[in-house]
């Protein structure tokens, strides 16, 4: 069973909110995953990290969205202004090393509605 | 870009009964992208079920198996004989290099139900 923590399991905001959701990876995994998982099952990638590095994110989340995993603290995903379409389940997981071969290790997710 | 196909939403069969989910894939880069199951039980994460990373290769797991065809763009899971135990969505996945970095492509998922 994976050992990735996400916290909290459920988030309510109101349109405008800021919302954050943090994720311990699982020990010893230096690249952290975050995903968005809409209504309809569609998985969306917002950022990676390797240790505290960014190395890919997509462009929605250099403007609403930011993240960070600093040394020695939970990584964190943060929406500064939440619209209803940020209405979600997001998925943290963590990987051994950053090669495309690698399991993806899942957290339980945190839920989040924007009403 | 890259995607995964599930052409089947849900699928219900019955208890002991054989099972298949479809999955095809569209990989834009020269070499073959790696192919995952993951499986998500009621009240549980996201979990991997079984995967291959080359192909022609077949990945087995708690009774289900799965062939890497890379002629056909498919990663079907397959199961002889399944139980109420295994009702849960299951989800095909591709993952390759894309500008030097690389992300896990999903599709949108089979819930499985199994009657008993």
Redesign the interface.
Known sequence: ??K?IQTPRYLVKGQGQKAKMRCIPEKGHPVV?WYQQNK????K?LI?FQNQEV??QIDMTEKRFSAECPSNSPCSLEIQSSEAGDSALY?C?SSLS????N???????TRLSVL | GDSVTQTEGQVTVSESKSLIINCTYSATSIGY??L?W?VRYPG?????LL?V?TAGQKGSSRGFEATYNKEATSFHLQKASVQESDSA?Y?CAL???S?G??????G??TQLTVMP
């Open positions: 069973n994976s990735v995953f309809n099952n569609e998985f990638f990676n190395l890919q998925l997981a950053r090669g495309p071969q399991t993806l290790y899942f957290g339980a997710g | 992208p790696n995952f993951y549980e994460g996201l979990q991997l995967k990373i969505v989800y993952s390759e290099i500008s970095s690389w992300q896990l492509i999903f949108s998922g």
